[in-house]
């Protein structure tokens, strides 16, 4: 499975904008990159997927660059419930379902 | 919908002792693992079953871990006998199917191994 580079932490403003970035060099075509985070005393949670195009959901946006070496996860407005640690995954199409954590970013916001 | 339940929340024992923690699945969900998250680190897959049928077990310590899901419901992980370096959260997850987008996970069962 490809390798994913994250910064350690990261801090932010409430109400302001994040970005996450995550770096993934030697992704495949088949590769799905997800992000996943994980609040204090809580299992991960889904924050969103995506293989080529940019994403949109409720929680966030991801924006992958045009040759898909690298991604970036944005928080649009930051609340101090989205501090957490989040991981950016890639995942393989038809993988079992297996995910590789590595050790994410620490977001912390502050008010 | 209920979400992914498992038990006990916390846990304390002695090394060598033996321990097991229980998870209940979300209903439907046929794919169900089990991960383990040292301190500082990310979680890293123990085992995963298809409904009652072990997928991929490959990071289990098998000497020591044991995990079931007889009817392809409710799972149960044993370890026996813990050392210290157990000490960890203990991560339940489901998905609809193997390939599922989405898991979703458990609070976690905190083992702390003395």
């Known amino acids: 499975d490809a390798k994913t580079t994250q910064p350690n932490s990261m801090e932010s403003n409430e109400e302001e904008p994040v970005h996450l970035p995550c770096n993934h060099s030697t992704i495949s075509g088949t590769d799905y990159i997800h992000w996943y985070r994980q609040l204090p005393s809580q299992g991960p949670e889904y924050v969103i997927h995506?293989?080529?195009s940019n994403v949109n959901n409720r929680m966030a946006s991801l924006a992958i660059a045009e040759d898909r070496k690298s991604s970036t996860l944005i928080l649009h407005r930051a609340t101090l419930r989205d501090a957490a640690v989040y991981y950016c995954?890639?995942?393989?199409?038809?993988?079992?379902?297996?995910?590789?954590f590595g050790q994410g970013t620490t977001l912390q916001v502050k008010p | 919908e209920a979400g992914v339940a498992q038990s006990p929340r916390y846990k304390i024992i002695e090394k060598r002792q033996s321990v097991a923690f229980w998870c209940n699945p979300i209903s439907g969900h046929a794919t169900l693992y089990w991960y383990q998250q040292i301190l500082g680190q990310g979680p890293k897959l123990l085992i995963q079953f298809q409904n009652n049928g072990v997928v991929d077990d490959s990071q289990l310590p098998k000497d020591r871990f044991s995990a079931e899901r007889l009817k392809g419901v409710d799972s149960t992980l044993k370890i026996q006998p813990a050392k210290l370096e157990d000490s960890a959260v203990y991560l339940c997850?489901?998905?609809?199917?193997?390939?599922?987008?989405?898991?979703?996970f458990g609070p976690g069962t905190r083992l702390l191994v003395l």
């Open positions: 997850a489901s998905s609809l199917v193997a390939g599922a987008e989405t898991q979703y």
């Open positions: 995954i890639l995942r393989s199409f038809g993988n079992t379902g297996k995910l590789i």
């Open positions: 995506g293989l080529t």
